[in-house]
């Protein structure tokens, strides 16, 4: 029966009544092995099957019945007992533990004839969905290298589709995956610590890896739900010779950046981490130059009605700080000299962030003579900063916030626009500066892990972290960039991405994230006729990974979502 801190629990049933559609049930109470009556409705109910008990059962395609009442009780009674993981067929359900569980982190180290994560003969794990990814994808390209006389290839690409809401864990479990398959190909090579090839593999995770502490700083972000929430989303593609299984490089593609945080937040939210990081551990002779202030003197960071400058946690009914800015600054830093840009490369783009929270502090008042505005004269001083920060000529970027230039019959005519326009002018200058430095660094971190050279043998295990979504009490459209409209649903939606055309979905997200979210929103709807078209748009077999937050059953939640 439905429970509002449980969610749903098991209960005796005494009696029902068919005519006013109700059952009596037994309910514990205070009192010792005493029991209270309850009467409810039938609707609220959901009739127990053994099979919702069974301990031997990790997939859930396997349960008698699937309607929500099962399916959440056989998550919990597993997330009880520290098995986080669950199969839906060939997707993993992986809820957020938030504490660290060594059992569920070690990677063997076996032989590449050993078969750790078998179908059927071990739980279920994200270390299993690369595992079959790996394996698929060398058996596909040694059968291609024994047929490419006859034409007849397999495709060997394959795809990891990493899908949740915001802080289930989507980011580690990405890493998970990518650390499984580095192993896979140091196995494949015999890697006992000298060998060349499997030192290669190591490096290039060490690589990929080194990538994160500059790619979170500047694309993740604290919200309500989450302290490291991704607010953009990436699909690594890790090449490997698909006939040896040895990694030989990787691509990284950003999208869905979300632009708009770097003008406003919501209510306890940050926006991007890394200009927090930048004022907390920058040197005095940086501040100096960059003209660096506190980050509550900064409209960007500090136009919530309860803005949040510093991460902190509650110890024994104290607040202390749980994320180091100053120490995240230096680990940036370190990570930027690994794929190459040198300090003088970091200065500029210090100098580009710095411009940014400038001009956030550029306000703009009508004129008196007609429909056109003008800075405030309590903002020159960071019209001056903003122009030497940007190189531009004194009072230049004033002029260009105030005015719009119309060109006609190849003429250009200059037209004043009013407070709220410039404003518009002024954020929207700010969200293309912040994506542009985000696109530099994306491509760095490419350049630093693409071969060489590509090979006929080449294949690619791509893994797709999307970033995490979240329910809102208002739905709303939230453009992300220039390509993307992401629509937020909320918990009372149901399988309401039914309603969505296939091309439709496609086109928005650019690859199949909604089946995993399918399997959030309604799991009884996860293979309908759309999530089935979907696949078969996706050139690469695509294994999927869903993750939940463990905090399902710690707060007072009324449905799965």
């Known amino acids: 029966m439905k429970d509002e801190v449980e969610v749903y629990v098991c209960r005796e049933l005494v009696t029902q009544d068919t005519q006013n559609g109700t059952v009596t049930v037994a309910v514990p109470n205070d009192q010792e092995h005493g029991e209270t009556h309850l009467t409810v409705e039938v609707s609220a109910t959901k009739p127990f099957d053994g099979s919702h008990d069974d301990e031997r059962i990790n997939n859930l395609a396997l349960l008698s019945d699937m309607s929500e009442a099962p399916l959440i009780g056989v998550l919990r009674r597993r997330f009880l007992v520290r098995q986080v993981y669950t199969y839906v067929s060939d ?15 070690t990677i063997p180290h076996l032989p590449l004839t050993t078969k750790p994560y078998a179908r059927n ?34 495709n060997a690409n394959h795809s990891v589709v990493v899908s949740g809401e915001s802080g289930a864990g989507k980011t580690e479990a990405c890493k998970y995956v990518m650390r499984y398959l580095a192993v896979l190909s140091q196995n494949a090579q015999g890697f006992d610590g000298t060998n060349s090839v499997a030192q290669a593999t190591r490096s290039l995770e060490d690589r990929v890896l080194d990538c994160n502490p500059f790619l979170e700083a500047f694309g993740n972000a604290k919200t309500a739900r989450n302290d490291n929430s991704s607010r953009f989303g990436k699909f690594i593609r890790i090449i490997f010779n698909s006939t040896t299984g040895v990694i030989r490089g990787a691509t990284m593609d950003r999208y869905l950046l979300e632009k708009s945080r770097v003008v406003a937040q919501s209510n306890g939210d940050r926006s991007y981490h890394i200009f927090y ?56 830093c370190d990570a930027l000299g690994h794929v190459g840009i040198d300090e003088g490369v970091q200065y500029e783009l210090w100098r580009v962030l710095m411009a940014i929270l400038t001009i956030g502090n550029i306000e703009f008042t009508a004129n008196a ?34 005015v719009h230039t119309i060109e006609v019959n190849g003429a250009e005519y200059p037209t004043p626009i009013p407070p709220h326009a410039a404003k518009g ?6 969200k293309k500066m912040f994506e542009n430095t985000f696109t530099f660094l994306v491509n760095a971190a490419k350049n630093s892990l693409k071969p060489e050279e590509t090979e006929s043998t080449d294949a690619f295990i791509g893994i797709l972290d999307i970033f995490g979504f979240e329910i809102f009490t208002i739905n709303r459209y939230v ?18 991405f ?3 055309s296939p091309n439709l979905i496609v086109l928005l997200c650019r690859f199949v994230v909604c089946i995993p979210l399918l399997f959030l929103f309604s799991l009884r709807t996860a293979l309908s006729s759309c999530a089935s078209t979907l696949l078969t748009k996706c050139s690469s077999h695509c294994l999927m990974t869903t993750c939940l937050s463990g905090k399902l059953w710690t707060t007072k939640k009324k449905a799965l979502m």
């Open 91 to 105: 997707i993993v359900i992986a809820i957020n533990p938030y504490r660290f569980y060594s059992e569920l982190t």
């Open 277 to 332: 990081f930048l004022l907390a551990g920058a040197s005095d002779e940086l501040r100096q130059k960059l003209h660096m202030k506190r980050p509550e003197d900064y409209q960007y960071l500090n136009n919530a009605a309860q803005p949040c400058f510093t991460i902190t946690s509650t110890v024994d009914g104290q607040e202390v700080v749980k994320v180091d800015d100053a120490k995240e600054f230096r680990d940036v």
């Open 121 to 154: 003969t071990t739980q279920p794990h994200t270390f299993a969905v690369a595992d079959r990814s790996f394996r698929q994808m060398l058996q596909a390209g040694q059968y291609n290298s024994n047929s490419s006389s006859s034409g007849d290839n397999h």
């Open 425 to 430: 002018t002024r954020d929207a200058l700010a």
């Open 479 to 496: 453009l992300f960039d220039d390509e993307v409209t992401v629509v937020h649903l909320r918990s009372s939606s149901g399988g309401d």
């Open 369 to 402: 003579e007609d429909e056109g505005c003008h800075v405030k004269e309590s903002c020159t001083e960071m019209v001056t900063i903003a122009d030497s920060l940007l190189g531009l000529e004194a009072g230049s970027l004033a002029a260009e916030l105030t």
């Open 498 to 500: 039914n309603h969505f």
